[in-house]
């Protein structure tokens, strides 16, 4: 059983990696129906995507009974998508409400909504899973809508609806392999190992080239304690593609958990000497293969080029540089680290998202 709220990040990865909310709908038989004023479509639209409220939804009253004029469910429905590409969730849920008014039969328009409701400040789960559902009811298959559905169940700890509700994505929709990856990484949170295993074998027998479906199967049989079919299975994802610095920084750990120090050190060379090399991690993952080895004059220059990198989140570095540090008898460089490492505990375990490289 999944436990409540807790969703690896493969999953969250899974779930929007080949959509958008901009790309994603669903096709409605009579998305240009008259508004409730009887008139049809006209001209008179908002002149930009921020005014059409304070121009039209007056004209509701509180039972939302008189619909703006000229106003379609469809282009209530087109207002609601642009204000969720635009982050705005709660105008979005506003202008969606008007458009199931005018079509109560239009899987676009809950769909969107229950999209709206799950990205709004306050995370209305509930209610978002009952429009998602409605949606898949008036036959919406649209595969982000399943993965989306799946995700919130999973999040709640309720993983067997989220399994069941990919298991029909799977079914509507065989022509997305990508909700088989969807299910394996949720097998996965529940231990469901060889169904993992299953999904991944499934997709890559018509994906075969894809790294990242190899990249997580490595990652499981890992896992398993299935070494040399996962180094493998890096090795597979990394002839795809080797911009992605995963496969490789993952196959160096497993190498070093394995005791092949030497191999270790050759893939994370490889990726550290990489142009666009970012990844403090990986320096310091080869400082401590260094320590080990006990060539400290490298491990010292790992370390001192991770914490340099990003100086102001770098307890990391600081506390496994005060350990050689202490090794090498250099007492009062090993206590000067040791203070940094305590005086950045306070602070957050990761870099914010405004000062990520």
């Excluded at 400290?296 to 100086?311: F, L, Q, V």
């Amino acid at each position: 059983m999944l436990k409540k709220n807790r969703l690896s990040g493969i999953i969250v990865a899974m779930i929007f990696m080949a959509a958008t909310i901009a790309l994603a709908s669903c096709s409605d038989t009579a998305g240009g129906e008259k508004s409730k004023t009887g008139k049809q479509n006209s001209a008179r639209k908002p002149t930009s995507d921020e005014d059409w409220f304070s121009h039209y939804d007056p004209q509701l009253d509180d039972s939302g009974k008189k619909i703006a004029e000229g106003m379609s469910a469809k282009d209530y429905i087109d207002i609601g998508r642009k204000a969720l590409n635009k982050g705005d969730s709660e105008l979005a849920v506003r202008a969606l409400e008007r458009a199931i008014k005018i079509n109560p039969h239009s899987a676009e328009a809950y769909y969107l909504r229950g999209q709206a409701l799950d990205a709004s400040a306050f995370g209305d789960e509930e209610h978002a899973m009952q429009d998602m559902e409605k949606a898949l009811e008036l036959n919406c298959h649209e595969p982000d809508l399943y993965e989306r559905l799946a995700r919130i169940y999973a999040g709640r700890g309720k993983g067997e609806q989220a399994i069941e509700t990919l298991n029909r994505g799977v079914a509507a929709r065989p022509d997305e392999p990508r909700l088989l990856l969807t299910r394996a990484a949720i097998q996965v949170d529940m231990k469901n190992n060889q169904k993992a295993l299953d999904d991944y074998a499934a997709y890559l027998k018509v994906r075969p080239k894809k790294w990242l479906a190899h990249y997580l199967r490595a990652n499981l049989l890992a896992q398993m304690g299935r070494n040399d079919e996962a180094l493998a299975e890096y090795d597979a994802s990394l002839s795809f593609d080797r911009a992605d610095a995963r496969p490789l920084k993952a196959k160096a750990e497993l190498l070093f958990k394995l005791g092949r120090k030497k191999e270790a050190i050759k893939a994370l060379t490889e990726l550290i000497d990489h142009d666009r090399f970012d990844d403090d991690d990986a320096l310091r993952l080869r400082g401590n293969i260094f320590f080990e080895m006990k060539d400290y004059a490298k491990a010292e220059a790992d370390y001192t080029r991770a914490i340099k990198m990003s100086p102001d989140y770098a307890r990391a570095g600081y506390e496994a540089r005060s350990k050689l540090y202490q090794e090498m008898g250099k007492l009062d460089l090993a206590e000067k680290d040791k203070q940094e490492a305590i005086r950045q505990k306070s602070k957050p375990a990761e870099k914010p998202v405004y000062d990520l490289r």
